[in-house]
């Protein structure tokens, strides 16, 4: 388990992209956790793309229009943690290449799962928009709000969500390249048994399945 640095009465956990905790899933990706088995691939310590001279290069290819692949990177569990941030900076392609880009904290604990997934809409219904997940209906919620990805160039990433004190989800603000969106939706958590903090990258394939990677450097989480 990676050792938070403080900061204040906050901890933060850097450099995630780094940290050689990845996992990779094909199948689970889908609504459901259910999906084709899409090939990918994720490689660690790339220098080139690179801000920090580390950052973490993430491919989802296949033929299967429209599947995806997951990216997970368990931190271990958090006690009493409300409040996080997450900090990233994305190196992008063609944005079309990407049907959309999701970018996530799974955290549990006391009985309950918050699912802080957000989804920068690249080539779909909602092209250029943020999108969030309401995880009791398993379905992503249109906030009309802009997010615009910068093509062949990084972009700097600022979630920021919490868990109410009734542990229900809420999503505050989605920031690409300082534009700061503020959200302010609320949604129930899932019952769950564990104990956890895990940071996710999602790739969802477009209808041609366009092969297509991206980059992360200095990934952080941020929680108090």
Known sequence: MPTPTAAGNRNVVSNIQAINNWIG????????????NVPYAY??????????????????GG????????????????AGA???????????????????????IFYARDGLKNYFLTECDTNGMYAGT?????????????????CHVNSNAW?????EFDRESDGNTRFITASM?????????????LQDSGSEMTTGVQL??????TNFSIWIDRMSVTYW
């Open 177 to 189: 390249n300082g534009d700061t969106q503020y959200i302010n939706q609320i949604y129930a958590a």
């Open 63 to 78: 033929s299967t229009p429209y599947s995806n692949a997951l990216f997970t990177n368990h931190l271990g569990g958090r």
């Open 130 to 146: 943020w999108q969030v997940q309401n995880i009791q209906l398993d379905t992503w919620i249109h906030t009309g709000l802009p």
């Open 25 to 36: 899933c094909g199948t689970c990706a889908e609504p459901g956790g259910i999906g084709p």
């Open 155 to 159: 972009n700097h990433v600022t979630l």
């Open 204 to 209: 969802d394939g477009n209808s041609k399945q």
């Open 82 to 104: 409300s409040n996080f941030i997450l900090d990233f900076d994305v190196y992008v392609g063609n944005p079309g290449d990407a049907q959309a880009m999701e970018f996530d």
């Open 43 to 60: 490689t660690l310590n790339v220098a080139n793309p690179s801000l920090s001279g580390a950052s973490a290069q993430f491919w989802l």
